[in-house]
């Protein structure tokens, strides 16, 4: 994400944002979307990008369990509202099947979260300054 993420949708925001941040991760997205959990768990704004949706099935649990239950869980006293969570889906054009899948699905009826799909650039721009203000998987 650093260096403007895999597909470039994040350049310029270390340089207007900073070090801490805009920063790379460990190729650990159960981690990824756990660190943004608690960022957002403590007031902050955090989006999560995972570079490919096929990657995404390792933070599932705690997406499924712990992001969309926080809420609940804590009787409406936390939630991780700031977190967004940010993946591709679909067939790339390479990769194939470990880059071409659509996991969406998976998420479309888990209570607790939002899950948007773009059909064009337009509507991603708008969908994902959206996004951040609510928690969902973008």
Request: hydrophobic letters at 40%; a positive charge.
């Amino acid at each position: 994400v650093k260096f403007g993420g895999v597909f470039r949708c994040s350049v310029g925001l270390n340089e207007k944002y900073g070090d801490d941040r805009v920063f790379n991760t460990p190729l650990a997205e159960n981690g990824i979307v756990g660190f943004g959990a608690g960022l957002a768990a403590c007031g902050c704004t955090a989006i999560a990008e995972i570079m490919f949706g096929d990657y995404i099935f390792p933070a599932f649990d705690q997406l499924h369990n712990e992001v969309a239950k926080f809420r609940y869980k804590s009787a409406g006293l936390y939630n991780v509202g700031g977190l967004t969570v940010r993946s591709t889906y679909g067939a790339v054009g390479f990769g194939g099947h470990y880059h071409s899948q659509s996991p969406e699905a998976q998420f479309m009826n888990t209570a607790g979260l939002k899950l948007v799909i773009p059909r064009n650039h337009v509507q991603a721009k708008g969908l994902l300054l959206s996004s951040i203000q609510s928690q969902i998987i973008f």
